[in-house]
């Protein structure tokens, strides 16, 4: 070898889109160019705008570019290649800079500037003389000034250069970014830009004030660059999202951006996963900005750092059981096998149960009832006793959030409880009776040997924090008598002696629907001390009525929370429409503070969402299988190469209830032929290309293309569920109307490329179509009742 070849991210993406007979010879030519960069096949020449800046070529039609990235420590000639183009696509105007915020080198062609833009700033491309076209070279100076054009419109930014300088917009585009007139032009040159840039002009151009982008985006970008090395390439180079060029690279082509989030962290992600955090710390973000691939960076960083042993002190946990599976199936393919053997990954409720297995005697566990069953339950408490001042979903209510969300074990502590956020208040008597009722229904089900999986987390968190106290307490023991052994302790057994914290490290993905007992417990599994808790979440997506301030159960994650704004996901159209299903609403950040979805913006472009008002259920049904056969045909359509997609499992279609989840998979099935998989809590059941399951099922998943039905008025709400608290508890009436919200948050965030909502009758008053209305865009028909 020599030289050493490196591929920039932005270079390598353009590379996944390409036929594949290009990405074969990009490959022959990455070989040979690491053999002998000077062959004459290649015929590398510097390009005249940026010294720095050489082209090659791969074949006839097609060139790489490439930057001088110094000399490595073992003294090979290193190269960056920052694009791969069309050689009539080559200009002159090329630049790559080492970016002052993040320390990366940074490539910009202002070739994908778009033409207006370039003209306002009086700049010309210069294409780049081809080999076999080019006349005699000729000094060309760069850029050329062009003639301007006569009325200048207003800039969209409103921002001076040195605005732009401090927030790490590349320099070559700040005046570019400063002549931008509409949304066409600015989306063209963020587009283009290198990712920083990109980030920070979106964030201007959403409307982010220059303080808050510097706050959200560019500091937690900002690496702090070794005096002497600014300029170095070298050292750049290696702060930069790269891949090394090897043999491997092949693969990685052949596979697509499938694997793109192993081999490369945003630099915002990888600095959220490398950090040394002095205690609990929090990742917040919009769905689909790599929250779950962040957590699962850290796990593997985690695990790297662990010294030799064996057990599992890391444990990764998060709400679901099926999205418990899919973590496990991406962390065995992010990390080595022994590595990964040193990681317990179990669901939090897994979790629960395995801590009350360990504190029973055999037989006598209890066995779960689903809340439903254990309503009924109540009732006939309530029934027996003759009670109507209060239903039994106000009293279940009152049991999981206060007295299971308090872990109140007497009466007195219920007389204290503060009941914040519950809609009616409770006098003292009105507390003794129902303190008596509840304790009946407690009796009731433990008479019958069931509990909830509510009580099942509360149970198993006091014992954990029984434990975590016995640890505590021979700690300090043994420090007053200064190390030693505490033989003189009542129990000085070895399971005591032995008795340690369960975990050194634990990573929570999906954390805004865990209870407060889930917390209590996981707080009580891991000493405090440094990089003891990591936290993925986003309260928008809280899906179950749960709702906790975490430094009330001792952790505390204040100067260590960081937020992540861009989604990898879904296209900008889609995350607009769903930005708006959940604006006005306030959400809490998992503590005292609120989480906002400001900065929170997307690179990918696609269709904007379809609204589609239908007649009735038939309707509706026939034209989403229209909608379906559609998207089928797009999926499969041959590529350039021939080759033929599966579209099994990349369209999805989402409903607000099992039995409506039932009627879609049964109708597509025998009245259109589509064949249909049902998402179960243990993932898809059956064999066929669509999957159909409820809100609640999507949580953490995405497809290609997703279309929600049954998005009516009466659904979305629920109606008949939300309704009675209207005037009897209005702040559980506001907390439901949320869930609800959410849920539609959720179900539209899963869509990669295309969304579609549909509904007949009234549409749910959560969809944003008033707005489409004034606009005048996206909404097909009007709907029974309008709008
Ligand atoms: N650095 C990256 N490079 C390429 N793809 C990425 C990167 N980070 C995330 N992705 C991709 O973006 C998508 C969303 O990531 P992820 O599921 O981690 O987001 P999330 O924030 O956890 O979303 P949600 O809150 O909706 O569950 C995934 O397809 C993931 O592979």
């Keep these: 070898m020599t030289a050493r070849l490196s591929l920039y991210q932005k270079a390598e993406n353009e590379l996944y889109r390409m036929d594949s007979s290009v990405k074969t010879k990009f490959y022959d030519f990455c070989h040979q160019f690491r053999r002998d960069p000077d062959h004459p096949s290649l015929d590398l020449k510097p390009l005249k705008g940026d010294g720095r800046i050489f082209r090659a070529k791969i074949d006839r039609s097609y060139r790489a570019l490439l930057a001088r990235a110094g000399v490595g420590a073992d003294g090979v000639q290193q190269w960056l290649i920052v694009a791969v183009r069309h050689r009539k696509d080559v200009y002159e105007e ?8 993040t320390g990366e080198i940074e490539f910009v062609d202002l070739g994908v500037v ?10 010309k491309l210069t294409p780049a003389p081809d080999e076999q076209a080019a006349p005699a070279a000729e000094p060309t100076p760069a850029p050329v000034v062009a003639d301007r054009p006569p009325t200048p419109a207003e800039p969209l930014l409103v921002c001076t250069p040195e605005d732009l300088r401090r927030l790490g917009v590349a320099d070559a585009l700040i005046d570019l970014a400063l002549t931008v007139t509409t949304e066409e032009e600015l989306d063209q040159l963020i587009a283009g830009a290198p ?12 409307g982010m004030s220059v303080e808050e982008v510097e706050r959200e985006i560019t500091q937690p970008a900002s690496t702090e660059l070794e005096p002497g090395f600014e300029n170095d390439m070298a050292a750049a180079l290696t702060r930069t999202a790269v891949t090394t060029v090897d043999d491997d690279i092949r693969n990685i082509l052949a596979e697509g951006d499938f694997r793109a989030w192993k081999v490369y962290l945003h630099p915002t992600q990888r600095k959220i996963v490398e950090r040394n955090y002095s205690g609990p710390a929090r990742v917040s973000g919009g769905p689909g900005t790599g929250k779950t691939i962040v957590a699962l960076h850290r796990v593997a960083r985690l695990a790297a750092a662990l010294p030799p042993g064996h057990g599992k002190p890391i444990l990764l946990t998060t709400y679901t059981k099926n999205l418990t599976a899919d973590l496990r199936s991406r962390l065995t393919s992010l990390m080595d096998p022994a590595l990964l053997s040193r990681v317990d990954i179990k669901h939090i409720d897994q979790l629960a149960q395995s801590v009350l297995n360990e504190n029973s005697a055999p037989g006598s566990q209890r066995s779960l009832i689903t809340d439903d069953a254990a309503l009924d339950v109540l009732r006939e408490v309530l029934f027996e006793h003759d009670e109507h001042r209060w239903d039994a979903e106000f009293l279940f209510d009152e049991w999981e959030q206060i007295v299971l969300g308090q872990s109140l ?52 968190a006091r014992y954990e924090m029984e434990r975590a106290r016995k640890i505590q ?21 070895s399971a005591m002696r032995y008795l340690r914290h369960r975990y050194r490290h634990i990573v929570v993905d999906e954390a805004q629907d865990l209870s407060p007992a889930h917390w209590k417990m996981l707080r009580a599994m891991v000493a405090p001390g440094s990089n003891d808790l990591f936290i993925a979440s986003d309260t928008h997506q809280r899906i179950y009525d749960r709702q906790v301030t975490l430094s009330t159960v001792g952790i505390n994650i204040r100067g260590r929370s960081s937020k992540l704004t861009l989604s990898y996901r879904t296209t900008q159209e889609i995350l607009d429409q769903a930005a708006k299903v959940v604006r ?18 997307s690179l990918l472009h696609g269709p904007a969402p379809e609204y589609v008002a239908c007649d009735d259920w038939t309707d509706e049904i026939t034209q989403l299988a229209e909608a379906l056969k559609r998207w089928r045909k797009e999926i499969m359509h041959p590529a350039e190469d021939g080759t033929v997609r599966d579209p099994s499992g990349t369209m999805a279609v989402c409903v607000a209830d099992g039995d409506m989840a039932g009627r879609v998979a049964a109708d597509l099935e025998l009245k259109h032929g ?19 399951g409820t809100m609640h099922r999507f949580k953490g998943l995405e497809y290609q293309k997703l279309a929600i039905v049954g998005a009516s008025a009466g659904i979305l709400p629920r109606t008949a569920i939300v309704e009675k608290y209207e005037t009897s508890d209005p702040k559980r ?10 849920q539609l948050f959720v179900a539209a965030t899963r869509a990669r490329d295309a969304l579609r909502i549909s509904w007949h009758g009234r549409p749910s008053p959560f969809l944003p179509l008033q707005e489409q209305k004034d606009s005048g865009s996206g909404e097909q028909g009007d709907g029974e009742g309008g709008l």
């Design 733 to 742: 009436y506001e907390r439901e109307l949320k869930k609800s919200r959410n």
């Design 674 to 692: 589509i064949t249909t998989a049902t998402l179960t809590k243990d993932g898809p059941q059956g064999s066929g290309e669509v999957h159909i």
């Design 195 to 206: 990712r920083l840039t990109a980030e920070v002009l979106t964030g201007l151009g959403s």
């Design 409 to 460: 074990a007497t009466r007195q502590d219920y007389f204290k409880a503060r009941r914040a956020g519950m809609g009616r208040a409770l006098s003292r008597p009105e507390r003794a009776v129902i303190w008596k009722l509840l304790d009946q229904f407690t009796l009731r089900l433990n008479g019958l040997g069931r509990e909830t999986w509510a009580q099942a987390a509360e149970r198993a």
């Design 114 to 123: 778009g033409q207006s833009v370039l003209q306002r700033a009086g700049l």
């Design 94 to 101: 090329l630049s790559v800079a080492i970016n002052r915020i």
């Design 473 to 493: 307490l021979r700690a300090e023991r043994k420090e007053d008598i200064g190390g030693g052994d505490l033989t003189h302790l009542d129990d000085n057994s």
């Design 584 to 601: 006005g609403v306030t959400y809490d950040d998992l503590d005292d503070g609120t989480e906002t979805l400001n900065g929170y913006h």
